[in-house]
């Protein structure tokens, strides 16, 4: 008779979890998140490894925010450095965040997409707005953190601290319109597996998954928002994401 | 074929050796003072009778201190901020136009004149 670690049956509960709230919902779209690029840290824009021209899309980003260990406010920006943005402060930043509006966007019949909405292309099969959201979490503020003003979509850690190690469970809560969204989906290692077959989120809003990396972590939450109205849009596509590095070995 | 496993087992074992662990240059102080790693600069803060010596090093290496624009900011225990320039005097040193009283909180704020690349380090007085 073998003996199965405490470990090793979290893993297998939330396994069996993951394979019964797994969708199988079409994925497409880029995001935007935070990484740290030479010393500093950068907006990428991209999907997977691809790694796009953020600097180009910088007049869609609406807005930079950055919050101190206490939640202080901390005047943040982006600057175009070469090829990359990177975040400017004025004092050391624990969470920064951003919005991008990236306009409307249509998928014609042939499957080619144009940034229009269907006024203009009547024939779509898709009309769509997107917005993206990312946060970043350098380290955890003394308190929860809070929803932050213009973020529509946004994935909150549900406890006051992060795990230190891979594999280990991590719980978020996926918050839309500042409430509990139930069904947004999560893609829980957005730049090594962003072709994953997203989870969505619980009745209370929460997910519970393993932590993918010993690095840099970037999930992606997804909602699409029905408007009243159909008749140019079928829906807005609200993308966000929650980044954050787990240590290595001390050097 | 056993010689084939033998030394596929072999490479695997050599493989799930615990990587060693490298230093970047040493995280002692060398001028008596309290130091913090922000990326690969280390930063020590000494504190002198009427003001802060800052000293700035990268993998053991001294950085010119004239390579950055330095700004020291402090929080002190009732909140209130202020920000002053840090001159660099010599060498890798800065020094601080005054002293912060004990439980303010210190950022040493430096940019690379080059780069616009942005260092911080924190601290707390005693």
Known sequence: ?????????????????????????????????FAQRARQLALIYGVGADDLDAVGRMDKIT????????????????????????????EPVSVVAAVMDYGDWVKMPDGEWHSANRKQFPDAVISEHNYKYAVHIKEMPKGAIPMIPGHKLQLVPATSVLPQSMGNP????????????????????????????????????????????????VVTAIYLEKPKDTSVYDHFEHRATLSFVLPHKPE | MNHLKVLALSAGALTLVPGLALAHGSMRPSHG?????????????VTKPKALEIYVTEEDEPIPAADFDGTLIVT?????????????VSGNKFVSSGRPG?????????????????TFASFTMK
Do not use: C
């Open chain 2, 102 to 118: 004990s439980g303010s909180k210190v950022v040493v704020s430096l940019i690379e004149k080059k780069s616009s690349a942005k």
């Open chain 1, 63 to 90: 807005s930079v925010t950055g919050f101190d260990e206490n939640w202080q406010p901390v005047e943040t920006s982006l600057r175009a450095t070469g090829v990359i943005p990177v975040v400017d402060s004025e």
């Open chain 1, 170 to 217: 991590i719980v978020l809560k996926a918050y839309y319109d500042g409430k509990p969204t139930a069904g947004v989906q999560i893609i829980t290692d957005y730049v090594n597996d962003p072709d994953q077959l997203p989870l969505v989120t619980g009745a209370d809003g929460t997910i519970t998954f393993p932590v993918r990396n010993q690095g840099l972590n």
């Open chain 2, 33 to 45: 003072g309290v130091v913090q790693m922000s990326g690969e600069i280390m930063v020590e803060l």
């Open chain 1, 1 to 33: 008779m073998t003996q199965t670690s405490p470990a090793l049956k979290v893993t297998a509960a939330l396994a069996a979890g993951f394979a019964l709230l797994a969708v199988s919902l079409p994925v497409e779209a880029h995001s935007i998140w």
């Open chain 2, 76 to 88: 002190a225990p009732g909140g209130a901020k202020t920000r002053s320039a840090l001159k660099a």
